[in-house]
């Protein structure tokens, strides 16, 4: 069976994706949790991820002796795996495109993912209204996300980026997390695609998780030891 080594669910948004993708397309996997602690080169989850991932970061796919990290490559051996899945869309030209968003998101978004971390079991509107008040680069890269998210649904008449569900919903539910959370600003028709993705069974199957873990990461939540 298929291993996935993942962090963290409250915190972790790379592995997010990944168990999302495979929970929600119905791959049946083993989850490996490894909790986020100091991450020095001693350390308990060091030790554990360096012993399948010389990166020493999570997530990792494993099957057998192969081993698989980063989400995008992840993404694409599941699809390689499980192709009557159509992990990616089915029209070649909408299929370039998703890899494209995912590509973007993967390289990019660096200003939202530093000011506002996932934290599922938050709430934190003040600390995204100071956010939002105070740094531009995030309103740039929400900015985008609303013309990319709405082009889509426009294009492919949703409910979901490419209609139905595929690696791109998996790979922006870190997104809407991060949304919901720092109670960012979006449209309607945007607002109502985060809701769809955290109603997904793969999606809501990750929140449950997350909000069961009760685990205070001090490094995950500088803004939260200045309260």
Known sequence: MLKLFIGNKNYSSWSMRPWV???????AFEEVMVRFDALTPESQF?????SVNPVGKVPVLQSGSLAVW????????LN????DKHLWPRDPAARAH??????????????LRSHCPMNIEAHLPEQGALVWRDQA??????????QMWGELLQAHSGPLLFGAFSIADAYFAPVC??????ALPVPDAIGAYVDRVCALPGVKAWVDGA????DFVIFDEPYRLQR
């Open 21 to 27: 993708l495979m929970t929600q397309a119905g791959i």
């Open 46 to 50: 060091k030790r554990t991820i360096g």
């Open 70 to 77: 980063d989400t995008l490559a992840i993404a694409e051996t």
């Open 80 to 83: 390689e795996m499980f192709p």
């Open 98 to 111: 998703a890899r494209s968003i995912c590509a973007e998101m993967h390289a990019g978004f660096m200003a």
């Open 137 to 146: 680069a995030v309103r740039a890269d929400v900015a985008r996300l609303v």
């Open 177 to 182: 997390m991060r949304i919901k959370t720092y």
């Open 211 to 214: 909000l069961a873990e009760h």
